[in-house]
């Protein structure tokens, strides 16, 4: 059975702070591995990694996937308070995204 | 730019009614995901269609039916509804033509049946 687990579950930290998100995976057929930021409302997408090795990089926040460890972490530096959100890691296997079961970080000014 | 439009945003049904979510793509993107997501749970995928036939399923009931129509979009069919069924359903769409798996979600429409 495909597997998504995401650590920690929750994070609470002060701005300016930089915080490290984990996703660890096991699929077969794997595709990708995306990750998406979820607010109260659709999940809205960051990245996706498909090569192990190759850091994504959007502003503060960046990513990378290591297929032999088969996981991946997403970093974000300098948190503001509107980085508040749960952090959703899916795997895609076949067709279908597999979310792990998401990471509540929360900024506090 | 144009993104995934769901509709309706809200609904609300009582249990055994039927009900119909609608899903509108980003355009020029062929392939169509449905997920459904219980309140404090993560998405869990239902069914895809690419270019107008199902691609794969998941964890999608009986009493529901989806299928995508020649203008790309798709259609949500549930039947029989239950109170376990009041969730918010994701649709999201990604261009597989072009061999990327990066999937756009929609705002979701938020079923509650009562």
């Known amino acids: 059975e495909d597997k998504v687990v995401q650590s920690p579950l929750s994070l609470v930290v002060h701005e300016g702070d930089t915080v490290t998100l984990n996703c660890s995976y096991e699929v077969t057929n794997f595709r990708s591995l995306l990750w998406y930021k979820q607010e109260k409302k659709a999940p809205t997408f960051l990245f996706m990694l498909?090569?192990?090795?190759i850091e994504k990089k959007s502003g503060r926040l960046s990513s990378i996937l290591d297929k032999k460890e088969l996981s991946s972490i997403l970093n974000i530096t300098a948190t503001q308070t509107g980085d508040s959100a749960i952090y959703l890691c899916?795997?895609?296997?076949?067709?279908?995204?597999?979310f792990g079961k998401g990471t509540s970080l929360l900024v506090t000014p | 730019a144009a993104g995934v439009i769901q509709s309706p945003r809200h609904l609300i049904k009582e249990k055994r009614e039927t009900a119909t979510l609608k899903c509108y793509p980003i355009p020029r993107h062929d392939t169509v995901y449905w997920y459904q997501q219980g309140p404090g749970q993560d998405p869990q995928f239902l069914i895809s269609?690419?270019?107008?036939?199902?691609?794969d399923k998941g964890s999608i009931p009986d009493r529901f039916s989806a299928q995508q129509f020649s203008d790309y979009h798709s259609e949500l069919n549930m039947s029989s509804l239950e109170l376990g069924d009041s969730a918010l359903y994701f649709c999201?769409?990604?261009?597989?033509?072009?061999?990327?798996?990066?999937?756009?979600f929609g705002p979701g429409t938020r079923l509650t049946v009562t």
């Open positions: 498909t090569s192990s090795g």
């Open positions: 269609f690419y270019e107008k036939m199902q691609s």
């Open positions: 999201a769409s990604s261009s597989d033509r072009g061999s990327s798996y990066e999937q756009y």
């Open positions: 899916a795997v895609g296997s076949g067709y279908a995204l597999n």
